[in-house]
């Protein structure tokens, strides 16, 4: 596994493994540690790989885990915004190496592939020292995907124009370097996300979004200047901070009781 140039002229720096339980937990001893990146942490397995909500990541070899240490911004409120920029920056990325496949971001942290699953982004900010540091995890399908999960999932071999784990790292790397120059701290916010609604699902679309204690449905009229999903309702217009995103026919059976 190699760093791209773009992202070794930043200072990006690279730990690659074999196996660990989670590449997000070892960002974490890291950070107690003192790491404040950039750094990226791969792994070619994981034993207790975990996706939001403490889910389960299921981690065949083959697949991408990576996680990003990134402490170079200044206040803890712009951190969810990294989640954008990793978001774009892996969109990017698949777009270069995986061919003109249909791939889409799906608020707040997966990426599709013709409406599946392809992967999905595990942001976490830690505070070490009085000073807040990001773990960006990024899972992606490359050699397959689970088959035993509640929704569809994919995998890029499934394509016919699979890019090795080498190869888009490498490429995901440098993207995530410009996105981040892009992003500077949160003050080209507006322009990530402008490029990560160019890629959303479900835009402009009848949604339902399963909270902690409703289900509510609406069309996806945006995300807001903090990332925050633009929902209207029959009766009103929500913004949501958090909660799970169901699109097209099987967002209705899944929500049934």
Not at 169 to 196: C, T
């Amino acid at each position: 596994m190699q760093l791209g140039s773009i992202a070794r002229a930043r200072g990006v720096r690279l730990l690659s493994l074999e196996d660990i339980d989670s590449t997000n937990d070892e960002a974490r001893r890291l950070i107690e540690t003192g790491e404040r990146g950039p750094l990226w942490i791969i792994a070619a397995r994981q034993t207790k790989g975990r996706g939001r909500l403490g889910r389960e990541w299921v981690s065949p070899t083959g697949n991408f885990y990576a996680s990003f240490v990134f402490g170079d911004f200044a206040e803890v409120r712009v951190a969810p915004e990294l989640g954008f920029v990793a978001g774009v920056a892996a969109m990017r990325a698949l777009r270069a190496t995986g061919g003109e496949s249909a791939f889409q971001l799906k608020w707040p942290n997966d990426l599709l592939l013709d409406g599946a699953k392809l992967g999905g982004i595990l942001l976490e900010c830690v505070n070490s020292a009085s000073t807040p540091v990001a773990i960006i995890g990024v899972g992606v399908n490359i050699v397959a995907a689970p088959t035993d999960l509640p929704y569809p999932a994919r995998a890029l071999a499934e394509t016919g124009r699979s890019p090795s784990r080498e190869s888009f790292f490498e490429r995901f790397s440098d993207e995530m370097a410009e996105a981040l120059d892009l992003w500077r701290g949160g003050e080209g916010f507006p322009r990530i996300r402008e490029e990560w609604l160019g890629s959303a699902a479900g835009l402009g679309q009848e949604i339902r979004v399963v909270l902690s204690g409703e289900t509510v449905e609406g069309r996806f009229e945006t995300i807001d200047s903090v990332g925050r999903l633009v929902l209207q309702t029959d009766t009103t217009r929500r913004s949501i901070e958090a909660g799970d995103v169901l699109i097209g026919p099987r967002a209705a059976a899944r929500t049934q009781p």
